[in-house]
C-alpha cells in the first residue's frame, strides 16, 4: 500500500502564494506518476499538475505560469508550489499516485490514480 500526507494549506489572498508538500510513504513503484487534483463542494475533482518519473510535467489550463509541480528528497515528497493565486483556486486539494503511467505529455485522467490522500483545504480571498 501506499500512504500519502498532504500539509501546507491555508488561507492566503489573492496575489499571494502557498506551498503544498506531500510526503509519500509504503510500497515503491518502477515509474510512478504522482499528481495534484483539487475539487470544490459538489463539483468533480480536476487534476491540476502531474509529474512522471522522468520530470515530464503537466498543468491544466488555468494554472500554468502561476503553479509549479516537483519532486524533493528521492521523489519522497511532491510539492506544488502556487503563485499569483486567484479566488478560483480556492478548494480542497489532493495528492495522487498512479503506478503504471509511463511518461507523460498531458494531465492524465483521474481513473489513472488509485492512491490518494486525505486532501487539504486552500482558500483564496480576494
Known amino acids: 500500500q501506499v500512504q500519502l500526507v498532504e500539509s501546507g494549506g491555508g488561507s492566503v489572498t489573492a496575489g499571494g502564494s502557498l506551498r503544498l508538500s506531500c510526503l509519500v510513504s509504503?510500497?515503491?513503484?518502477?515509474?510512478?506518476?504522482m499528481a495534484w487534483f483539487r475539487q470544490l463542494p459538489g463539483k468533480e475533482r480536476e487534476g491540476v499538475a502531474a509529474?512522471?518519473?522522468?520530470?515530464?510535467?503537466a498543468y491544466t489550463d488555468s494554472v500554468k505560469g502561476r503553479f509549479t509541480i516537483s519532486q524533493e528528497n528521492e521523489k519522497k515528497t511532491l510539492i506544488l508550489q502556487m503563485d499569483n493565486v486567484q479566488p478560483e483556486d480556492t478548494a480542497m486539494y489532493f495528492c495522487?499516485?498512479?503506478?503504471?503511467?509511463?511518461?507523460?505529455?498531458?494531465?492524465?485522467?483521474?481513473?489513472?490514480?488509485?492512491?490518494w490522500g486525505q486532501g487539504i483545504q486552500v482558500t483564496v480571498s480576494s
Open positions: 509504503g510500497r515503491q513503484y518502477t515509474t510512478p506518476c
Open positions: 509529474i512522471d518519473f522522468y520530470g515530464n510535467t
Open positions: 495522487a499516485l498512479a503506478s503504471d503511467i509511463n511518461r507523460i505529455a498531458s494531465m492524465p485522467p483521474i481513473r489513472y490514480f488509485p492512491y
